[in-house]
């Protein structure tokens, strides 16, 4: 699935003053250019906030709908199937910027489930990792950045039999 995602300087702005970073090539128009990078850019970490332009974000409250987020129930993400009594986890998030990112950039964000692989955890049990890699390109089709999140999934160990 492809998607858009505009880039504005407001966002960016905010995104840094929500992660707590006030490093002034992030929102600074004067300081920003006389800068190594030359103009303002977008922290490391701000594609994250590409998932709220998506439709289908599960997170994303829906009107008429319940809304997992509200606090009503416990947490842990509804959507997710889980094998057996295990549970998923959120393992590793990598960044391999290509290009910066700027105010005025519309990406087109596409991902697709990179690979799968299984280790055995110290308790015995299976632990299944499942890699997800989403791309974010520019409109002359150029990768800016690539993405990859790793999960991890428990999965309980077999009871002895007695």
Do not use: C
């Not at 300081?31 to 994303?60: K, N, W």
């Not at 319940?66 to 606090?71: I, M, T, V, Y």
């Amino acid at each position: 699935m492809t998607r858009e995602f505009p880039v504005e300087a407001g966002h960016i702005m905010m995104f840094a003053r929500a992660i707590g970073d006030p490093n002034p090539v992030y929102h600074d128009a004067e300081y920003a250019p006389t800068t190594e990078v030359g103009g303002i850019i977008a922290p490391p970490t701000f594609v994250a906030a590409a998932a709220h332009y998506d439709p289908e974000y599960s997170l994303r409250p829906k009107p008429g709908q319940a809304w997992f987020g509200s606090g009503k129930n416990s947490t842990g993400t509804p959507d997710r199937q889980r094998a057996g009594n295990g549970s998923r986890l959120h393992a590793e998030q990598h960044y391999e910027y290509h290009q910066p990112i700027r105010p005025g950039d519309i990406l087109s964000v596409r991902s697709h489930q990179g690979g799968t692989w299984q280790k055995q955890s110290r308790n015995g049990g299976t632990l299944l990792f499942r890699e997800m890699v989403t791309e974010y390109f520019n409109p002359a089709g150029e990768l800016v950045l690539r993405a990859r999140s790793v999960s991890v999934e428990t999965q309980r160990r077999p009871e002895a039999e007695h």
